[in-house]
């Protein structure tokens, strides 16, 4: 047995094996017969290879650690198993793919991981033909293996990869149910590490303890129609060869329940579970205090979560509710004062808002801390669920707009449009910390349902005075010829050019309702820009059009709208994506140039 490595190689570690077998380059198609020409025997030292060049990439480019260091015996066995990638390999949410995207050519690319032009985050289609399935939210890789595996039929081998904290996924299940129905020839290995980000919330995660007991797994998935095997130890190369070897040989559904280490193989990963599942460049864990105190303020989810302490100490009334995401949203600190008052739900975002809502008919006061792109799929309940019943239910969605490194799954960029549309919906876009507090506290006395959408990262902070009223702009300067329409974070970006050029500027605040009042003010301009970190196409700016064209005036400006472009937008950092989009301080420069000419 290898021992476990102490610390993240600040240079390349000695790989030979890995070197001989992982190939490079994607065309022509990628060749893995070195590895599947090893004995097992070879692989355990492999699988150490494999551990520390994983530990030396994401020590140099930052990402997610835990889940791939946890998965690189299972990913190496696969691999050596099957005829990939003719057969068919998803792993779900994709935390757990680097081991994966290293095997398969592309090992030298990995230092370019989540940059600019580099390798993505999570498993891409377009990157290479091993990605048989592009990921980045869980609980999708049952339903597509499925989908696989009905239009293949028998003739390919079919894998999917969950972990524990994704089967809490209603679709997850939803799919078992079919394949189960199905009869689809189709292997479902359950990742079994007692965490998702944080530890595993509600009865899922007991329940896959309960092996062996009467009603537990086993019979659980025999019942449905699963050959069940488990649990293996899924560092245990040799087992787990062997049982993925004969259930492969079998037709029809498979469940293999596999235990792992989330973390494996890195001392400091296995004693921090959650605060090494990702990191940034060279082990920020214990980045020294001087970086610590270079922060410019407070981010927006501390900002949050402050803010839901202070709260939840004046009214009983108030129940937080979030979908697996309590560090993310900012709600470790009200965890442990308000333990009683807060619902981690797993990941069931469907579940979260829905609860929501039933909370409100008691007489409750629900927030629900929910990342933007993680309430899209909880979109139907929110509509019929909370909306069109008029719910005192406020959403608190951090994430909102580019969130960078971790690319188009992760962007939270259409929530102003799926939002505003919705009758009785407030939604509100705070420029800072002052004004989210504010807004949260306006959503929260609000009677209907209120949403408040901030961005990941620092919340610029400001001591003055300020007046908030439902659906009140902020004039933060007056100018001429040109009226600059901020909605949201990017006011930053703005201040300095409505200076420098004598414009208008305008703090919009609230999405929906708009300022129309004011709008109306601003009609002697000769033009408006819109900007904002959402969707150019159906966000803020394209009810300003809205309204604009409906006003019946012989002279109305000329409106520009600046956002996010119609495409999918690629990882890079933040200032990188705002930079390409034209909503970083050059690109608004530009337009307000053109305006003035």
């Not at 293949?152 to 997850?172: C, F, K």
């Not at 019979?219 to 062997?242: E, K, N, Q, R, S």
Request: aromatic content about 6%.
């Amino acid at each position: 047995m290898t021992p476990a490595l102490q610390h993240i190689p600040s240079s390349p570690p000695a790989t030979p094996l890995l070197d001989a077998v992982a190939v490079s380059g994607t065309v022509p198609l990628p060749d893995l017969q070195k590895l599947r020409n090893l004995d097992v025997q070879q692989l355990p030292q492999l699988a150490h290879e494999l551990r520390q060049y994983l530990l030396y990439c994401v020590g140099q480019t930052g990402g997610h650690l835990g889940a791939g260091l946890g998965v690189v015996e299972l990913t190496i066995v696969l691999h050596h198993l099957l005829n990939t990638p003719a057969d068919r390999l998803i792993w779900d949410v994709g935390h757990q793919a680097y081991p994966h995207k290293i095997l398969t050519g592309r090992k030298k690319a990995m230092l370019t991981m989540r940059q600019q032009g580099g390798l993505a985050p999570f498993p891409k289609r377009d990157e290479s033909p091993f990605d048989c399935f592009g990921v980045g939210h869980s609980s999708t890789s049952i339903s597509a293996l499925l989908g696989m595996a009905i239009i293949d039929g028998q003739q390919l081998n079919h894998v999917a990869v969950i972990g524990d904290g994704a089967l809490t996924g209603g679709m997850a299940f939803e799919a078992l149910n079919h394949m189960a129905h199905s009869q689809a020839n189709a292997l479902v290995i359950v990742n079994d590490n007692d965490m998702s980000i944080n530890a595993n919330q509600g009865g899922l995660a007991k329940f896959l303890d309960e092996t062996g007991a009467e009603g537990g797994p086993e019979a659980w998935f025999t019942a449905l129609g699963f050959t069940y095997v488990g649990p293996v130890d899924g560092h245990d190369i040799p087992a787990l060869h062997g049982q993925i070897k004969d259930l492969l040989s079998q037709t029809g559904p498979k469940l293999l329940h596999v235990h792992t280490v989330k973390g494996k193989g890195y001392v400091a990963a296995e004693e921090d579970p959650v605060g090494y599942h990702a990191i940034d460049k060279i082990d920020p864990i214990n980045k020294p205090a001087a970086e610590e105190g270079a922060k410019k303020g407070p981010s927006y989810a501390q900002v949050f979560g402050t803010w839901a302490e202070q709260q939840a100490d004046l009214d009983p009334k108030m129940q937080v509710i979030t979908p697996a995401m309590v560090g993310g949203s900012g709600l470790s600190g009200f965890a442990i004062k308000h333990s009683e008052r807060l619902h981690d739900v797993a990941i069931a975002e469907q579940h979260a808002v829905t609860l929501a809502a039933g909370m409100a008919c008691a007489d409750a006061k629900p927030v629900v801390a929910i990342y933007s792109t993680f309430l899209q799929r909880g979109y139907d309940q929110l509509v019929h669920d909370v909306a069109l019943q008029n719910l005192d239910v406020l959403f608190a969605i951090d994430r909102a707009g580019v969130v960078g490194e971790d690319g188009a799954t992760h962007t939270g960029a259409y929530d102003y449009a799926y939002l505003a549309c919705l009758p009785n919906m407030l939604v509100m876009a705070p420029s800072d910390a002052q004004e989210a507090q504010a807004m949260l506290q306006l959503g929260y006395d609000y009677a209907g349902p209120a949403a408040v959408r901030y961005p990941r990262g620092t919340a610029p902070t400001s001591s003055e005075k300020r007046e908030l009223a439902t659906g009140k702009a902020r004039v933060v300067r007056q100018g001429r010829g040109v009226a600059l329409l901020s909605f949201g974070a990017l006011l930053g970006e703005a201040q300095q050019l409505a200076e420098e050029y004598d414009i208008t500027l305008v703090d919009m605040r609230f999405v929906k309702p708009i300022d129309t009042q004011l709008l109306a003010q601003l009609m002697n301009h000769e033009a408006w820009v819109t900007l904002e970190d959402h969707a150019v196409v159906g966000g803020a700016g394209a009810l300003v059009a809205q309204w604009l064209g409906q006003q019946n005036r012989d002279a109305k400006p000329r409106l520009v709208n600046l956002g996010l472009p119609d495409t999918v937008l690629p990882h890079a950092t933040r200032a990188q994506v705002l930079a390409a989009a034209g909503i970083d301080a050059a690109g608004i420069a530009a337009v307000i140039k053109e305006l003035l000419d």
